[in-house]
């Protein structure tokens, strides 16, 4: 099997094109935007950058019926600090910080999501 002078050429530019891509899927991943979403009844509250956050940032909702939950976003991801809520299944899922997951406080219909360009790890349950 012998090259030609034009197959050479293509086979670089393929090469770099692929070197480049996965490169840049690296990148991409490295700085992947993250912003934690928080909906009461199912409309939109508050949305935090998580990526510009600086210090902890503290979110107080108050519900119906005297009923509130503190949210607290940081560094290290996002978690229910302090519910009302007779299950408390929101605290108990602890922090979340991957672009995809989410606290659901079912009784209270609040939900924290994250959303973001960083690509969900497929093989998170091979881990
Ligand atoms: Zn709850």
Do not use: W
């Amino acid at each position: 099997m012998k090259f030609k002078k034009g197959d050479m050429l293509l086979l670089l530019i393929v090469l770099i094109a692929a070197i480049s891509y996965f490169g840049l899927n690296y990148i991409y991943k490295e700085t992947g935007e993250k912003t934690a979403v928080i909906s009461v009844n199912g409309k939109e509250y508050d949305r935090i950058d998580m990526n510009k956050l600086k210090e902890e940032k503290y979110v107080h909702i108050d519900l119906e019926e005297g009923r509130h939950i503190d949210i607290v976003i940081n560094a290290e991801g996002a978690y229910v600090s302090d519910v009302i809520c007779p299950d408390k299944i929101c605290v108990k899922t602890g922090i979340i910080n991957k672009v995809g997951e989410s606290i659901v406080c079912l009784p209270n219909r609040v939900q924290i999501f994250i959303e973001g360009n960083e690509k969900p790890e497929v093989d998170s349950v091979s881990q």
